[in-house]
């Protein structure tokens, strides 16, 4: 059964840092491309970043760029979002996700971790 | 980046009704479209890909339609545990991007 777990969410002042991980089980990780796809509250969803299978290669949504980074560990499983410089707007639900390669939908995703921006 | 426009924002519908669900891209997309289910306080589930294969274990009363710019989501006969709301995606280039979605309510 494929699983994905976030952990790593929290309330974070403006300015500061916070680093999410998304285990992954039933499945053979390294082959699939993973995402992070947020949702504010009451909003809707917005993708943010990609990587693909060995980590060589990663994309991001413009307002995080340069200050998000989305890594991986395929010895544990694992998939990382790094970020940095949070501001307010930055207050969301991330969920990892699963691509399905062929079709380049999500088929899988986490639970979510709650991140909240904050003074 | 690729906009994506859905109507209606929210609808109210009754059980056994068929419902319809649009979503316009701002360019061409082929058939690089996705539909996704999203309860309260859930997680989204994929229910449709590539605008009208159905996933695994999806009921077949939803369905998908369309390619270019215009796609099509279609209940065949509204069930309780269809009230959620709706939000195509479009996977043809990044960044990837979601329609603002649609609330399915109870009339």
Known sequence: EVQLVESGGGLVQPGGSLRLSCAASGFTFSSYWMHW???APGKGLVWVSRINGDGSRTNYEDSVKGRFTVSRDNAKNTL?????????????VYYCAR?????RSFDYWGQGTLVTVSS | DIQ????PSS?????????TITCRASQIISTYLNWYQQKPGKAPELLIYAASSL??????????SGSGTDFTLTISSLQPEDFATYYCQQSYSTPWTFGQGTKVEIK
């Open chain 1, 37 to 39: 796809v947020r949702q």
């Open chain 1, 80 to 92: 990382y979002l790094q970020m940095n410089s949070l501001r307010a707007e930055d207050t969301a």
């Open chain 1, 99 to 103: 691509d399905a390669s062929s079709s």
């Open chain 2, 4 to 7: 994506m426009t859905q109507s």
């Open chain 2, 11 to 19: 609808l109210s519908a009754s059980v056994g009704d068929r419902v």
């Open chain 2, 55 to 64: 996933q695994s274990g999806v009921p077949s009363r939803f369905s998908g």
